[in-house]
């Protein structure tokens, strides 16, 4: 077995494959990667107890009967979310007239606005003339 072989089995090990997948993936046998990952320590955690943080790709243990984590915390979370805005699933962005200055805008997730910017809404609660676009 080759030096970058050996390396192969730890990353592939590491990101959760099994023995199995880890063979066909390097053509090797998947009692070698067994007998490889047992003499270095790689054996103990397996896909089925083990996920990884989708951002920062830590090691997060399962709890037995609870959803698995997808994130090892709210930073990773929220940095994961702004860094793949693509993947979210908006439904609820509503198109609106802005009540003080006439602007067409969009808002997500709140169907009873009537302002575009906190400017009109308070210009337009406390009559203080309408602020328009800059």
């Known amino acids: 077995m080759t030096n970058y072989e050996k390396e192969q089995i730890k ?9 199995v997948k880890i063979g066909q ?8 990667v067994r ?3 047992r003499r270095n320590g790689l054996d103990g955690d397996t896909p089925k107890n083990t996920v990884f943080c989708q951002h920062c790709g ?3 243990k399962v709890v037995p009967k609870r959803k698995p984590r997808k994130f090892c915390s709210d930073a990773c979370r929220t940095a994961w979310w ?3 805005l693509d993947c979210v699933n908006r439904k609820a962005v509503y198109d609106f007239t802005c009540a003080c ?3 067409a805008f969009t ?11 906190h400017r009109c809404y308070i210009a337009g609660r406390f009559g203080k003339g309408c602020a328009t676009s800059e």
């Open 35 to 37: 007998s490889f990952c």
């Open 11 to 19: 990353a592939l090990r590491l990101q959760g494959h099994g023995y």
């Open 82 to 84: 702004n860094s793949h």
């Open 58 to 60: 830590k090691r997060i």
């Open 25 to 32: 993936m390097l053509g090797l046998s998947n009692n070698t």
């Open 107 to 117: 808002a997500y997730g709140n169907r009873n606005r009537k302002y575009c910017s």
């Open 101 to 103: 200055c006439g602007e």
